[in-house]
Nanobody, 118 residues
Framework: QVQLVESGGGLVQAGGSLRLACVPS????????MAWYRQAPGKQRELVAA???????NYGDSVKGRFTISRDIYHNTLHLQMNSLNADDTAIYYC????????????WGQGTQVTVSS
C-alpha cells in the first residue's frame, strides 16, 4: 500500500509563510494528478491546489495569488508554498494522488496541521 508522507506544517503568525511537502513511499501507477486539500474544524474538505502530469495547475479561489503548487514529475514529490497566511488558512492539509481528483482509488496522506495565529 502506497503511503503519502507529508511534512512542513506548523504554527506561523499571520502574514508568514510555510512550505508543505508530500512524498510517496512507492511508485503510483496510473498517476495523473496530485493535489492538496484542507479541512478546517467544522468545515468540509476543500481543494487547495492541484497539479496534473501535463503541468496544468488549478487553485481554490481563497488561495489564488498566495499559494503555489509545484511538482517533481520524476520523483512525484509535491510541494505547496504558502505565503501571506491568515487565520482562515488554519486547517489540516492533506496530500492526494490519483488518476483524477475524484479517483476513489486515489491515495491520501495522513494530514499535516497548519495553524496561523492572528
Amino acid at each position: 500500500q502506497v503511503q503519502l508522507v507529508e511534512s512542513g506544517g506548523g504554527l506561523v503568525q499571520a502574514g508568514g509563510s510555510l512550505r508543505l511537502a508530500c512524498v510517496p513511499s512507492a511508485r503510483i501507477f496510473r498517476l495523473r494528478v496530485m493535489a492538496w486539500y484542507r479541512q478546517a474544524p467544522g468545515k468540509q474538505r476543500e481543494l487547495v491546489a492541484a497539479s496534473t502530469n501535463g503541468g496544468r495547475t488549478n487553485y481554490g479561489d481563497s488561495v489564488k495569488g498566495r499559494f503555489t503548487i509545484s511538482r517533481d514529475i520524476y520523483h512525484n514529490t509535491l510541494h505547496l508554498q504558502m505565503n501571506s497566511l491568515n487565520a482562515d488558512d488554519t486547517a489540516i492539509y492533506y496530500c492526494f494522488a490519483g488518476g483524477n481528483l475524484g479517483d476513489p482509488q486515489g491515495f491520501w496522506g495522513q494530514g499535516t496541521q497548519v495553524t496561523v495565529s492572528s
